[in-house]
Nanobody, 111 residues
Framework: VQLQASGGGLVMAGGSPRLSCAAS????????MGWFRQTPGKQREFVAG????????PYADSGKGRFAISRDNAKNTAYLQMSGLKLEDTAVYFC?????RGQGTLVTVSS
């Protein structure tokens, strides 16, 4: 499956962007999938995801209470609604449906 994330950009601290991940050549339905983020010099970090059968997985502590994952199976698109962004949320965000991973979208949080 091909995955394409979008929705990133320059965001003010406290902002609430929504990232999208569109899948083609496959589906998200009932598959594990997740949002991850990575910054230079740091390990890849899991942000949020769905497990088998569509159950939401526990959020990473870094985004708990501020991020929300959802998906529209009819559109083969997953979303990451972010709110209360902090400077440390600056990262490349990408989606993955193992074993496939899409190219990410850069979110830069400014003060």
């Amino acid at each position: 499956v091909q995955l394409q994330a979008s929705g990133g950009g320059l965001v003010m601290a406290g902002g609430s962007p929504r990232l999208s991940c569109a899948a083609s050549g496959g589906t998200f339905s009932n598959y594990d999938m997740g949002w991850f983020r990575q910054t230079p010099g740091k390990q890849r970090e899991f942000v949020a995801g769905f497990g088998w059968g569509g159950r939401s997985l526990p959020y990473a502590d870094s985004g708990k209470g501020r991020f929300a994952i959802s998906r529209d199976n009819a559109k083969n698109t997953a979303y990451l609604q972010m709110s209360g962004l902090k400077l440390e949320d600056t990262a490349v965000y990408f989606c993955a449906r193992p074993p496939d991973r899409g190219q990410g979208t850069l979110v830069t949080v400014s003060s």
